[in-house]
């Protein structure tokens, strides 16, 4: 069985446009995009950060019986920016909550492989590839396999057999030749 060549990106909103972009040059070609993983230091942080903002959000719906439960008085701040305006505070916590947690999964990456071996790393570079930069080994993979002539905007580019995958993991900006 031929091993199916493979382009992975490791981003998010990239990996979409990327896709897109590598569609229109590759029509049959798979691609799939992934997360790129956390270190395993924000892990615990993200989740920390979860627990507290659904504890804040708890506070906010029902602090009052919550007090009330332990046998305490309701704190100062509570009753005067709590309790009087609960709509706004739970959106408070929701929101600062996600922005806070949103801020600590963003690793930055979008990393490119392709047939298994990494075309391109936003973490080692800096900055976002350029068309050119992805398309080059897979028109050198078809090139290889099917000759022909490849690239360049010929419009003649060999076919990609079915079954042969690309996955692509982050996403592309849209527009232009540099994709960021």
Same mark, same amino acid.
């Given at each position: 069985?031929?091993?199916? /060549? $493979?382009? $992975?990106? %490791?981003? $998010?909103?990239?990996?979409?446009?990327?896709? $897109?972009?590598?569609?229109?040059?590759?029509?049959? *070609?798979?691609?799939?995009?992934? /997360?790129?993983?956390?270190?395993?230091?924000? #892990?615990?942080?993200? *989740?920390?950060?979860?627990?507290?903002?659904?504890?804040?959000?708890?506070?906010?719906?029902?602090?009052?019986?919550?007090?009330?439960?332990?046998?305490?008085?309701? /704190?100062?701040?509570?009753?005067?920016?709590?309790?009087?305006? #609960?709509?706004?505070?739970?959106?408070?916590?929701?929101?600062?909550?996600?922005?806070?947690?949103?801020?600590?999964?963003?690793?930055?990456?979008?990393?490119?492989?392709?047939?298994? #071996?990494?075309?391109?790393?936003?973490?080692?570079? !800096? #900055?976002?590839?350029? %068309?050119?930069?992805?398309?080059? /080994?897979?028109?050198?993979?078809?090139?290889?396999?099917?000759?022909?002539?490849?690239?360049?905007?010929? !419009?003649?580019?060999?076919?990609?057999?079915?079954?042969?995958?690309?996955?692509?993991?982050?996403?592309?900006?849209?527009?232009?030749?540099?994709?960021?």
């Amino acid at each position: 069985m031929a091993s199916v /060549p $493979s382009a $992975s990106m %490791l981003s $998010s909103t990239a990996a979409a446009n990327a896709a $897109s972009v590598l569609y229109s040059f590759f029509p049959t *070609l798979e691609v799939a995009g992934t /997360p790129f993983p956390l270190p395993a230091w924000k #892990r615990p942080l993200v *989740l920390a950060v979860q627990a507290a903002q659904m504890g804040g959000l708890a506070l906010v719906v029902a602090g009052d019986h919550i007090f009330r439960q332990l046998g305490v008085a309701p /704190p100062g701040w509570y009753t005067s920016h709590v309790a009087g305006n #609960r709509f706004g505070a739970g959106m408070g916590v929701w929101f600062v909550g996600n922005l806070v947690t949103t801020n600590l999964q963003n690793t930055g990456a979008f990393e490119v492989y392709f047939d298994g #071996r990494l075309v391109f790393s936003k973490l080692a570079e !800096g #900055r976002m590839p350029t %068309l050119p930069e992805l398309l080059a /080994p897979m028109d050198a993979y078809f090139f290889e396999r099917k000759g022909g002539e490849v690239g360049g905007g010929h !419009g003649r580019r060999p076919a990609v057999a079915a079954g042969q995958a690309a996955t692509l993991k982050g996403p592309l900006p849209a527009g232009g030749d540099s994709l960021d």
